[in-house]
């Protein structure tokens, strides 16, 4: 492997860059852009941390920092949510290498932000923890550097742990992923051990960039974000030529020329450079008005290129949710928070929405139920913003007919992300639901359980893999809407928390769906209408209505919950009004004021029953939908 390195540089041009403020030269041979990617909580943070230690970025004894988890949400969860770039410097055989990590989410929810990290990696690091094996999510991690065409360097993680068991998890990895045992490396990111062999396999086996070192500059925008003095940074990807500080440059999508401001290198910190060459991802910024937004291209003015609008990566949003000020006077601070907060995270969708009941609005596209929470939580953790949340949806598509309807979706098909935009069932010639393929790693003994679990949720089976003698790979067909809410829990407490889930995309297949709407005290509530597979609707309707008995707090005046179809009640329940004493503190006979005091109760009583007034706590639109 490292003859084949050395004959790849030899092929490489040999001209040297400053690309330091300390005047170390770089040349595009000694640059490794790579990421780390594995199933949740192999170790990837961890892993990170020990190679910021080992380049001298943090000082050792952080066992359990995890430096690249910036984010407030990202910390409390014990979860990374963005992908993360660090430049690092390493010498090796008495050469300085630059090597550019990109530290990447492990959950499915933010397997867009892998998917773009892997755009400017020539490699990935394969991280398998050997006490846990192959989950679902290596199977698509897997996929997906094998899909880019990136070098894998398969790594098992944790081997300091006593149950690890490296033979028996390299021989998962040689059935499911044909990956020969003895080119596997085995690592403690805890400990430590393994890390510098780890950094030489990334320098011998993953290639440099190829990239035109001598074409006019241009750099692809593969993440931004928002700061407060400074405007829109963008973390780019140089693909060719080179740039310096004060030189002007346009965007692909405008003519307009900017100055470039800020250049710097992330280590993980920002370290001002004056000039960036190909095969580098620098951060980028033209001050406040110099605008950026990934899948955009800055180009030198020279460029020949033409003006093409900013293609974002294709984004399949899985599930939909309104999102509201809790009062229309702070409708502006929300949408400035919204703004700023999809800068930074390209994965979700926005566009605006209005309901009577709740006023001006978004509705806002997420790819799955923990992207919508994180998007929440960091709406009020870092732009103190407070929101409303209407119950998620998934997608689905209706052909319409009729020509009234046809002009008002503009067509014969359209995408229903909000159940409320459903026309009248008599306009609507076919519903389509959306699918997934669901890929579950199971211990064996688990299988029957497993299998129940996926039926019951109108899955249908697809063949099975043995992973090895204990554990094996099942893959289903499953209504995206059965999965998106809770599968992912059911199935950890089915199976005592040893199956693993992932999910990819299968299409709108048509089904037969209804809308179902929640009347409190007869008036409709936006926030709970769902579209409802016609098999599951007297289940969902009485599940739903007792939930929001238990859910909704006891009020001074009697509640009607009532799911209904169609004009049809499915499912009724009353939650009994509390009556509070208001004469409690009449002592003794003061009939006719005890009397007053009760019939000014149950004038407001009334009142709050004509309009429904019912306190209904923030989290029940997503609880209810649990099962
Ligand atoms: N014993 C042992 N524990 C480890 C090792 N590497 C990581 N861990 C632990 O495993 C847990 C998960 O590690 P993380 O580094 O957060 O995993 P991750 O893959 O980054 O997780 P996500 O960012 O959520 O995808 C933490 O409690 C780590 O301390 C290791 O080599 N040995």
Wanted: aromatic share 6%; proline share 5%; glycine share 6%.
């Amino acid at each position: 492997m490292k003859n084949l390195y050395i004959s790849n540089l030899r092929n490489l041009p040999r001209r040297s860059y400053s690309s330091h403020n300390d005047t170390k030269i770089i040349d595009v041979s000694k640059i490794r852009n790579f990421s780390i990617v594995a199933h949740v909580d192999h170790g990837k943070s961890t892993l990170a941390d020990r190679l910021l230690e080992i380049t001298g970025v943090i000082k050792p004894g952080n066992e359990n920092k995890q430096v690249l988890d910036k984010l407030q949400v990202e910390r409390e969860r014990g979860i990374t949510v963005k992908a993360v770039t660090a430049s690092l410097n390493y010498t090796y055989n008495n050469e300085q290498y630059l090597l550019n990590l990109i530290d990447t989410p492990g959950h499915v929810d933010f397997s867009n932000e892998v998917v773009r990290s892997v755009k400017a990696c020539q490699g990935v690091i394969f991280l398998v923890d050997a006490n846990e094996g192959i989950q679902a999510q290596t199977v698509a991690v897997h996929s997906l550097a094998k899909r880019n065409n990136l070098v894998i360097i398969p790594t098992l993680n944790k081997v300091d742990l006593p149950r690890a068991n490296p033979e028996n998890v390299k021989a998962q990895l040689k059935s499911l992923f044909y990956i020969e045992p003895d080119t596997v490396l085995s690592i403690s990111a805890k400990k430590g051990w393994g890390v510098p062999e780890l950094i030489e396999a990334v320098i011998s086996r993953i290639p440099p960039p190829t990239v035109e070192v001598r074409k006019p500059f241009r750099a692809s925008i593969i993440d931004t974000w928002h700061d407060k003095f400074r405007g829109i940074m963008c973390l780019a990807y140089i693909e060719s030529g080179s740039v310096e500080v004060g030189e002007t440059v346009r965007w692909r999508s405008d003519s307009k020329p900017h100055v470039l401001k800020y250049l710097a290198l992330l280590r993980p910190n920002e370290e001002p450079i004056k000039k960036a060459v190909a095969g580098q991802v620098v951060m980028v910024g033209c001050g406040p008005k110099g605008g950026g937004c990934v899948g955009d291209e800055l180009l030198s003015m020279e460029s020949a290129d033409g003006i093409k609008v900013a293609s974002a990566p294709v984004v399949k949003h899985m599930v939909y949710a309104g999102i509201f000020p809790s009062d229309q006077s702070q409708h502006t601070q929300l949408s400035d928070a919204i703004r700023k907060l999809a800068l930074n995270d390209s994965a979700v969708s926005v566009t605006v929405d209005s309901s009577p009941a709740l006023g001006q609005g978004w509705r806002v596209g997420f790819l799955g139920l923990l992207h919508l929470d994180v998007f929440t939580q960091r709406l009020l953790q870092e732009h103190k913003a407070e929101a409303i949340l209407t119950a998620p949806s998934v997608p689905y598509k209706i052909k319409v007919k009729g020509s009234k309807a046809i002009k008002q979706f503009k067509g014969e098909e359209a995408v229903i992300t909000n159940p409320l935009q459903l026309p009248d069932p008599q306009n609507i010639e076919e519903y389509y639901e959306p699918f997934v393929i669901g890929t579950i790693i199971t211990p064996v003994e688990y299988i029957g359980a497993v299998t129940t679990l996926c039926v019951d949720r109108r899955g249908t089976p697809l063949p099975s893999n043995a992973v090895d003698d204990k554990m094996t790979m099942m893959q289903f067909v499953l209504p995206l809407s059965e999965v998106v809410i809770d599968f992912h829990d059911t199935l950890k407490s089915l199976t005592s928390g040893f199956a693993s889930f992932d999910y990819q995309d299968h299409g709108f297949h048509p089904s037969a769906l209804v809308r179902m709407d929640v009347l409190i005290n007869g008036v409709l509530v936006d926030e709970l209408t769902t579209i409802v597979h016609t098999s599951r609707l007297e289940y969902n309707a009485r599940k739903l209505t007792s939930k929001l008995k238990e859910m909704i707090p006891r009020q001074m005046v009697q509640v009607a919950i009532q799911a209904v179809v169609g004009g049809k009640v499915l499912s009724r329940e009353t939650l009994k009004a509390y009556r509070k004493d208001v004469t409690a503190k009449l002592y003794g006979g003061d009939v006719t004021r005890r009397k007053k005091l009760l019939k000014q109760q149950s004038e407001g009583k009334k009142k709050m029953r004509s309009v429904a007034n019912i306190k209904i706590p923030r989290n029940t639109f997503i609880d209810v939908l649990k099962r």
